[in-house]
């Protein structure tokens, strides 16, 4: 079957805007899997399905990332409640408490994507969080929510704390826990995630180095935030064309393909 065929059975099966976004987001959790960001079958990266207020995506519970596909994603509603499920697999707990809470009080939130990485956990048990110090770290200067750990989020009275720590920043360290992105997008919630991971690592490195850090004075760390969200803007206002995202897609292409099938 060839890519158009797949894509016009997609299109026809969901809708034209809704394939789309299940395309889009099987490539993130390809992504994660391809970049080894993943933690087993658990963590999970949700989007909301055009024109269906209430309505989002995830994953099945229980495969591996790179066994996601456009077709078995699982379309939930706000309360929990399976609408679709192609694999019959159902969905985690966990996953819907953090997301649903995120959905429900974010109408901008088209994407979340939470994981649970080394480098994203370590920087979470880290008193001061994420620091300023490096220059993909200040794209998220004076945007990053802190939320406390409660255990696992099997609770949904958690909900309403975790949205209000959330506030409208786009980025949540959920401390002792992990690294959550809130995007327009799918494409904005996975390259915010792309560069934290980067930015966890890199904290890290300077912090085992025990070298002296070279402070970024505030003036600079404005302005670089800006350039950067300015960029972000553009792409989702549609006058700026995102190369970026487009390139992920085709190392999918070639390295994992299938996921828009």
């Known amino acids: 079957m060839t890519l158009a065929s797949t894509a016009l059975r997609g ?9 789309q976004t299940r395309v889009d987001l099987a490539a993130a959790y390809r992504l994660v899997a391809f970049f080894d960001m993943h933690d087993s079958i658990f963590t999970h990266i949700s989007a909301g399905v055009p024109g269906e207020k209430g309505h ?21 509603d706000i309360d929990g409640q399976v609408i679709d499920d192609p694999s019959g697999i159902g969905i985690n707990p966990a996953g819907f408490t953090i ?42 200067y ?21 949205i209000a720590d959330l506030g409208n920043q786009p980025v949540m360290i959920l401390r002792n826990h992990g690294l959550m992105t809130v995007g327009r997008s799918v494409s904005e919630a996975w390259k915010l995630m792309f560069n934290l991971e980067r ?23 404005a302005k670089t ?37």
């Not at 299109?11 to 394939?19: D, K, L, N, P, V």
């Not at 229980?62 to 996601?68: K, N, R, Y």
């Not at 966890?200 to 760390?221: D, R």
Request: aromatic share 10%; with cysteine.
């Open 11 to 19: 299109a026809t099966r969901f809708g034209e805007a809704e394939w």
């Open 99 to 140: 997301h649903s809470a995120v959905h429900m009080a974010r109408h901008d939130a088209g994407c979340v994507l939470h994981t649970h990485t080394e480098a994203g956990v370590a920087v979470s048990c880290q008193s001061e969080g994420l620091l300023p110090i490096n220059q993909w770290a200040l794209q998220y």
């Open 199 to 221: 930015t966890c690592k890199a904290q890290l490195q300077i912090q085992a180095s025990g070298a002296a850090v070279t402070p970024v004075p505030e003036s600079v760390c």
């Open 56 to 76: 989002f995506l995830i994953n099945p519970y229980g495969l591996w990332f790179d066994e996601v596909t456009a077709s078995n994603l699982v379309k939930i």
């Open 225 to 261: 935030v800006k350039q950067y969200w300015d960029s972000y803007d553009a792409m989702d206002a549609g006058k700026r064309d995102d190369i970026e995202w487009a390139a992920f897609r085709r190392l999918l292409d070639r390295k994992t393909p299938g996921y828009d099938s």
């Open 142 to 162: 004076g945007k990053v929510a802190y939320h406390d750990y409660e255990a696992i989020a099997l609770d949904l009275d958690e909900r309403e704390r975790l």
